[in-house]
């Protein structure tokens, strides 16, 4: 059995991301994106590869989207309105709310403004969107009787998750983890993304910053606010380009509280339209966001903005400094193109990007590399940039080491990384090799990777013989602290039930009488027996009181009558029953009586309780021509086959005490 994937977008790239998957006979879409470099074709995945004739409802059991980005839902309604898709759609409550409003947006600036051939119309959109089925996190969803997918959240942006799919039996069905994009750092109104340990044969992930491995929050904010107040209190402008939705409530947030800490009063803008809308989903699904803004949303909506006003179009001209948040955040279309083109040539003005910018775009063409002069923004324009111009990031992606931690988190067999650039991939892959020792590909756009996947079993371990591992681990040393461990072996009988290939099919890890339990079968006892004959030096006898004696046993010893021997003896055994009780703890009970010694069903009698004859008369009988003056002590030894290891030390330790 394999798993087949495919990148119709996304592979060695950024932007358009599109990850075809089969599993188990299934074939699933993971998200339908547009590439913001491109204006031709090559803007949209090449559907063609699922199915020549068109027939993608036949070809395609489910589309999965992550999130709300462009580049990850953007083509949803072309492949599903133009090019005829009619099959199941899921995405998650929030997503669904506001893919929409980025496609409508997307739709209005490439047609209305830019002139473009319009690819689908708003009517496209609204009949796109009711094939959509939402899903929560952590719900298992049957998409059909074999397929089966779960959300985990993601962070990065309101609304993003990362895909669990599995086909077939839950034990030895394929499955695959998809990302999308994802954050494994909380930040102001998002939490860090979380998944379960679920072991998929194959961990598709994203790898936009695969090399780079991020400096504190703390000093990324501290030199944001510092750049910002520097320039507007030079009389500048500064415009921070961001996509509409997620890092523009994150710095909002973040302007926001310093100009309330700091009693600032310089105005700060949102471009108008989309964000005023996003911002009331934002008010409306708290529920999705961090603790931080719950706790607080009691008292104060925190995306409830006192100092972020709406931009109009009429304040670009508008004299006097202030601070404007526009999109998109890659500077290649929309306002913040407009509003770039307008103050770029002045030198106290600045540019702020806060997020990554695809190649092909103004911002990561030229402005990263710290561009001055001339700069041709398309065939018909040609602007003079002269202001200062910073990039922060503040993007919501998982750097190298949050790649490395999901990669440990999630456990999968293989690993896939998409939506990065090839070199930066190539490095990243290299690590995840050398460092975990898991398999890794990085294929290219249309090229197809097999992974053969392995069969797995999940065995559910008995407490008790997890508590009984623990206790050996933590007396296999008296005389030191136990050691931490990633592991421990148990030991146990494997009961498992149901079909191989079935529905219900259960392994369990038990000890003998719960296996008798489980299976409903009679226990048959299998005794084991010996005699333990020990030559004891002549100090053995000599008077002596044992380790641990409690004055019970004083007093029995007074009370009786013992021989030297005898007494000797049960001294041996109670110093052996004491060592037990710090071996073994409460898990077994060694008791002593005068002439039996138990634990569990172990037993050890002297010779002379069974057969009447005298233990001294037995010295005879060994040979101790090594040792003068000793004495032959034999005991019997009787126990079931199922404290085999337990009679062997005590065994053992019985022996110790007699012949030293």
Known sequence: MQVEVVPLGAGQDVGRSCVLVTLGGKRIMFDCGIHMGYTDTRRFPDFRYISRSGRYTQAIDAVIITHFHLDHCGALPYFTEVQGYRGPVFMTYPTKALVPLMLEDFRKVVVDRLGEAEHFSAT???SCMRKVTAVDLMQTYKVDDELEIRAYYAGHVLGAAMFYAKVGDEVFGPSVLYTGDYNMTPDRHLGAARVERCRP????????????????????????????HECITAGGKVLIPVFALGRAQELAILIEEYWERTGLTVPVYFSAGLTSKANVYYKLLVSWTNQVVKDMHQKHNVFDFRHVQ????SYIEKPGPCVLFASPGMLHTGMSLDVFKQWCHVERNMVILPGYCVPGTVGRNKLIAGHRGPLQIDQRCTVDVQCKVAHLSFSAHADAKGIMQMIREAAPRNVLLVHGEASKMEFLKAKIIRTLGVPCYNPANMETVAIPTGGSVRVDVSKDLVKQALQEHIRRDEDAPPAPCDSLPVEGILVAKGGTQGVGF???????????????????????????????????????QAQGADPASKRQRKEETLSPVDEAVQNALNTVRTQMQQWFGHSVEAEQSPNTFTARSFEAKPIS????????????????SEKPNAHVIELSCTWQYEDDPLAHRVLSMLERQIET
């Open 124 to 126: 496209h959109i609204k």
């Open 201 to 228: 044969d194959v961990l598709i992930t994203e790898s936009t910053y695969a090399t780079t491995i991020r400096d504190s929050k703390r000093s990324r904010e501290r030199d944001f606010l510092q750049q910002v």
């Open 310 to 313: 709406p931009f109009d179009r």
């Open 506 to 544: 259960q392994a369990d890890l038990v000890g003998v009488a719960e296996a008798h339990t489980a299976l409903g079968v009679q226990p048959h006892a299998l005794t084991l027996s010996c005699r333990l004959r020990c030559c004891a030096p002549a100090s053995f006898l000599a008077p002596k």
């Open 609 to 624: 309780d069974i057969d009447g004859a005298d233990i001294e008369d037995k010295a005879s009988d060994g040979d101790t």
